[in-house]
């Protein structure tokens, strides 16, 4: 399925996203153990080989950027893996050290493109293969993956949810992840409210197609404003942590929190 709709973002938010004081919390570093796809090149002993040396008529951040995009070992492996983003090392990890996905599994991808997770995603529960599921979501538009059924759609749209659940054919889902990010402002208050806000609105969405024992995944900002999100997670799933990959760029604020053990919904 390759569903279109107009990307028309709304400042509407399903969660909302509320200020809250800042929260130095549990980490686990992650160590990869390459469940399928090998192990995670060392991020923190990275040298610059490749310097960028003409920066005529680009911004430096750009210049930095080019440079740390040449320079960076999951780049290459993405590219040579055939993985579509960097981004894939990041799950891969996490789920080599928690054991997430596992062969038929139902998993729903939110803010997907461009797909590297979906790819991840869909070889482990071998939903290439005809097993399980994986459903994927993007605001952007994502080329077509073996195994992914693809909507094209504003996840903070009112539709969106019914849309999911429409793909999902009636079938509960073991993960619920979430990857997504809106741009930076380069405001970190900002950057950190909107983060929440659709973490937030990942969880609601969790808490309603998740089976009892699923997961549920979403990237935050460290130092953020998370909460009232980790107070949710707290009262419907069994256990929660904060994960940060190897894959993750130290120098990034990003971070996941993992909600483990769904307890079901309550009626
Ligand atoms: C870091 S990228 C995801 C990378 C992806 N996990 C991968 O492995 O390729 C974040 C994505 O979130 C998407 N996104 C941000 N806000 C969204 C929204 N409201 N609805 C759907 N997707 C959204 C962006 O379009 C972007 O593709």
């Not at 070889?123 to 994927?136: H, I, L, N, T, Y």
């Not at 019914?162 to 979430?178: H, P, Y």
């Not at 256990?239 to 894959?247: E, G, L, S, W």
Request: aromatic share 4%; no cysteine; hydrophobic share 35%.
């Amino acid at each position: 399925m390759n569903k279109k709709k107009s990307p028309s973002r709304t400042n509407k938010s399903r969660g909302s996203a509320k200020k809250t004081a800042s929260s130095k919390k549990q980490e686990t570093k992650i160590q990869s153990s390459g469940k399928n796809q090998g192990g995670s090149p060392a991020q923190g002993k990275r040298n610059l080989k490749v310097k960028v040396k003409s920066a005529r008529g680009r911004k430096l951040s750009s210049t930095m950027w080019l440079q740390r995009q040449l320079n960076d070992p999951y780049v290459k492996r993405a590219k040579d893996e055939g993985l579509r983003a960097r981004a894939a090392f990041k799950l891969t990890e996490m789920d080599d050290q928690f054991d997430l996905i596992k062969p038929g599994m139902v998993i729903v991808d939110l803010g997907a493109a461009p797909g590297g997770w979906s790819q991840v995603a869909a070889k482990r529960a071998k939903s290439e293969e005809g097993k399980g599921q994986v459903v994927a979501i993007d605001i952007s538009e994502m080329e077509p993956i073996p195994g992914v059924d693809i909507i094209h759609m504003d996840f903070m749209e009112d539709e969106a949810p019914d849309e999911l659940k429409k793909a999902l054919k009636g079938n509960a889902a073991d993960i619920v992840m979430s990857d997504m990010a809106a741009p930076s402002t380069g405001h970190k208050q900002t950057d950190h409210l909107r983060i929440i806000g659709l973490a937030e609105a990942a969880l609601d969405f969790a808490i309603e197609v998740l089976k009892p024992e699923g997961a549920f995944l979403a990237k935050v900002l460290q130092g953020g404003t998370e909460h009232e999100l980790l107070a949710l997670m707290k009262k419907h799933f069994k256990k929660t942590r904060h994960v940060k990959p190897d894959a993750s760029r130290a120098d990034s604020s990003e971070l996941y929190v993992m909600a483990t053990g769904f307890k079901g919904r309550k009626s």
